[in-house]
Nanobody, 124 residues
């Protein structure tokens, strides 16, 4: 009932920039937060950045100062601006959306939905 779709991945040279987009759609009443994860080749998925519905942002140490997450709450869209890209940033990037659930109009928790991923390759 909820779809999360990432886009914007591609090949970029070291030091370059790329902007990823993510849109959540479907049966959504309220979004608690949206964020980004990535999975480098042969490694486990790791958290990258998060933006809450209150626009608070958090970043993994590995991307602080280089990546910027922003969003359009009204449209349930989140962006990840990636600057000063490094080869180690190469990964499949996944977007997630924490969707609030309700029972009798009372918030009961969140369900995390995931996109299909978009490939980012940083190479010369």
């Amino acid at each position: 009932q909820v779809q999360v779709v990432e886009s914007g991945g591609g090949l970029v040279q070291p030091g370059g920039s790329l902007r990823l987009s993510c849109a959540a759609s479907g049966s959504i009443f309220s979004v608690s937060a949206m964020g980004w994860y990535r999975q480098p080749p042969g490694k486990q998925r790791e958290w990258v950045a998060t933006i809450t519905s209150g626009t608070t942002t958090n970043y993994a140490d590995s991307v602080k100062g280089r990546f910027t997450v922003s969003g359009d709450n009204a449209k349930n869209i989140v962006y990840l601006q990636m600057d000063s890209l490094k080869p180690e940033d190469t990964a499949v990037y996944y977007c997630n959306a924490d969707i609030r659930t309700y029972s009798s109009s009372r918030w009961t928790g969140d369900i995390k939905y995931w996109g299909q991923g978009t490939q980012v390759t940083v190479s010369s």
